[in-house]
């Protein structure tokens, strides 16, 4: 398996545009984490979902953010409309969990967003 | 909510000395801890993964133990390298919710 696949590496973009990120899962993983990397906060939880249902999605800064899982092997995150402060690496990670049984995660190489 | 502890934030250590990194949480019923590597610009490599079942988890030249009573974990490295030089990051993870993680510890090998 190839791992966590995410798409864009790096995307720069004018604020008020539309970004999306992608992320494809391990195969066979059920669960997947977008997280927001940045200097000041560290890794912050975005949103976590399981067997495609979003299970915590406090940490979704405000309606501009959205995430979805069309299909179990793929995700997106999207901003819209993008700010200067949205600027950070963004992770996507995925793991297998069920009852009684909890995987290691593993995480994507990130996607780095410059908001300009 | 869950808080995970790094100390120290930073260290710097000739090569060839053992080494221990330490993490700290709030919570102790946690359903397991994993520990991760993050070189500069990339993404975060496993290292190890402890169950709440478990004491310590071995991989080469580095071991992981878990206390949950007290709740801690510790990272040891043997025999220090320069290409060890990586931030160090620990998250534990409750049952049927995401990792959450520790602000991690900066580690520099000096040759």
């Known amino acids: 398996d190839a791992g966590v696949i995410q798409s864009p590496r790096h995307e720069v973009t004018e604020m008020g545009q539309e970004v999306t990120l992608r992320c494809k899962l391990i195969s066979g993983h059920n669960s997947l984490f977008w997280y927001r990397q940045t200097m000041m906060r560290g890794l912050e939880l975005l949103i976590y979902?399981?067997?495609?249902?979003?299970?915590?999605d406090s940490g979704m800064p405000e309606d501009r953010f959205s995430a979805k899982m069309p299909n179990a092997s793929f995700s997106t995150l999207k901003i819209q409309p993008s700010e200067p402060r949205d600027s950070a690496v963004y992770f996507c990670?995925?793991?297998?969990?069920?009852?009684?049984?909890?995987?290691?995660?593993?995480f994507g190489q990130g996607t780095r967003l410059t908001v300009v | 909510k869950q808080e995970v502890t790094q100390i120290p934030a930073a260290l710097s250590v000739p090569e060839g000395e053992n080494l221990v990194l330490n993490c700290s949480f709030t919570d102790s019923a946690i359903y397991n801890l994993q520990w991760f590597r993050q070189d500069p610009g990339k993404g975060l490599t496993s290292l190890l993964l402890?169950?709440?079942?478990?004491r310590e988890q071995t991989s080469g030249r580095l071991n992981a133990s878990l206390d949950k009573s007290s709740g801690r974990s510790t990272l040891y490295i043997a025999a220090s390298q320069p290409g060890d030089s990586a931030t160090y990051l620990c998250?534990?993870?409750?049952?049927?919710?995401?990792?959450?993680f520790g602000k991690g510890t900066s580690l520099l090998v000096t040759p």
């Open positions: 402890i169950q709440s079942s478990q």
């Open positions: 990670a995925s793991s297998y969990f069920t009852t009684g049984m909890n995987t290691e995660a593993f």
């Open positions: 979902f399981n067997n495609n249902v979003p299970i915590d």
């Open positions: 998250a534990v993870r409750h049952s049927g919710y995401a990792l959450n």
